[in-house]
């Protein structure tokens, strides 16, 4: 096993293992924090992930954004291209359960829209560090999708403090996130 996979391994077991009391707790800060946040209060269009087993959950922030009026993007993951595409929602209703079981949007091409609409971009993820980098789980698809962007913008990432190591690996093609918001602080990485 390599030493991204071991890390990842280790991180997500401690999430899994979160007491459903606590992180309910957590998720609460997390999202106050993220609300918090002058990117994300400013953005007119935010790419969102739709919360999937042990994650930050993100459905309450996603219809709190769609309630103060902005435009919310989900990936929903194109099989055939190994690639993520996003779908604009207007309410949570037009979610349901995807690949491998993760919530996708409805997939509707006239609602179809490029990462280059999106304005600040909230990701998940295995584990991080306070240089801002990101251990995903593995299949490169925020990576890839990201690798498309035409500009900078706030990539804001979503963890308990528990996902939060001292220093990851990382590679050259890996892309570093601007900010991560936790449960008890939110780290400025200096990206952005």
């Known amino acids: 096993m390599n030493e991204k996979s071991r890390i990842r391994k280790i991180l997500l077991k401690k999430r899994d ?67 993520l595409r996003l779908y604009e929602i207007r309410t949570l209703s037009e979610v349901s359960s995807g690949y491998m079981g993760i919530p996708e949007p409805d997939v509707s091409e006239e609602r179809e829209r490029d990462i280059n609409d999106a304005e600040v971009v909230i990701m998940p993820g295995a584990a991080f560090d306070a240089e801002g980098n990101r251990l995903g789980y593995g299949g490169g698809y925020y990576d890839r999708l990201l690798a498309r962007l035409r500009r900078k913008i706030p990539l804001i990432a979503l963890a308990y403090e528990e996902q939060i190591a001292e220093a990851l690996p990382s590679d050259a093609h890996d892309i570093k996130v601007s900010a991560i918001v936790t449960d008890r602080r939110i780290i400025s990485c200096g990206r952005h």
Not at 34 to 52: G, T
Request: aromatic share 8%; net charge positive.
């Open 17 to 83: 293992s979160l007491d459903p009391a606590v992180k309910k707790e957590k998720d609460e800060r997390v999202k106050e924090r993220l609300l918090s946040v002058p990117d994300f209060r400013r953005a007119k269009v935010i790419f969102f992930f739709a919360s999937f087993r042990s994650e930050v959950s993100t459905f309450t922030l996603i219809e709190e954004a769609l309630r103060l009026g902005k435009s919310v993007l989900l990936p929903s993951v194109d099989r055939a291209k190994k690639e």
